[in-house]
């Protein structure tokens, strides 16, 4: 069955920190991939996505992730965390439907 | 920038009564979904809805629920009775009809019932 799997429940990093979050894809071919956060109390804003081409994609607020068919993975990277990226993250996947599929979630948390 | 609007922000209601949750897709969008978000789980999907009718939906979206595109703007949930377990935060979603597009949701309505 198809999946999103995001192992990581919670993460602290330092403020100025790098961060990656990870997540895991089962699909029977390559999926369309997207990162999503999730602010406390308000919906859920597209953060980067992948449909093809460039294994590397750059997304808003200094977002990027690299989509490894090798691994099934879609990793989230920032090279320095800011105290408002605080927040939950989300992986999700479609294939030729028009359904997401999510993650469960990985909630940052960022020391001062 | 367009955005997908959902009213009420947050609705309380006894168990048994119906519910129905508004949305409003971004304006050249042709595909509508509901996702549900019960606190402190992932997102669920619920249902698509193209051409004025679904086209997919969840083993969660039964008999209880249903969805209407009552005119050129509006796209609704209906929880019919609703249970204690249908609390949950439920976002509404729109895109193009590609294939190779993103959807974009909307701030969600956080329903409790009581």
């Known amino acids: 069955a198809q999946s999103v799997t995001q192992p990581d429940i919670h993460i602290t990093v330092s403020e100025g920190a790098s961060l990656e979050l990870r997540c895991n894809y089962s699909?029977?071919?390559?999926?369309?991939l997207f990162w999503y956060v999730q602010s406390p109390g308000q919906g859920l804003q597209l953060l980067l996505k992948?449909?093809?081409?460039?294994?590397l994609v750059q997304g808003i607020k200094g977002f990027e992730a690299e989509f490894k068919r090798s691994q099934s993975s879609f990793n989230l990277r920032k090279p320095s965390v800011h105290w408002s990226d605080a927040a939950e993250y989300f992986c999700a996947g479609k294939d030729s439907s028009y359904k997401l599929i999510f993650g469960s979630g990985t909630r940052l948390l960022v020391r001062p | 920038e367009p955005e997908v609007t959902q009213t009420p922000s947050h609705q309380v209601t006894q168990m048994g009564q119906e519910v129905i949750l508004r949305c409003v897709p971004i304006s050249n969008h042709l595909y509508f979904y509901w996702y549900r978000q019960i606190l402190g789980q992932k997102v669920e999907f619920l249902v698509s809805f193209y051409n004025n009718e679904i086209s997919e939906k969840s083993e969660i979206f039964d008999d209880q629920f249903s969805v209407e595109r009552p005119d050129g703007s509006n796209f609704t949930l209906k929880i019919r009775s609703t249970k204690l377990e249908d609390s949950a935060m439920y976002f509404c979603?729109?895109?193009?009809?590609?294939?190779?597009?993103?959807?974009?949701f909307g701030q969600g309505t956080r329903l409790t019932v009581v």
């Open positions: 699909y029977g071919a390559t999926p369309y």
């Open positions: 979603a729109s895109s193009r009809p590609d294939k190779n597009t993103e959807a974009f």
């Open positions: 992948y449909f093809s081409g460039d294994t």
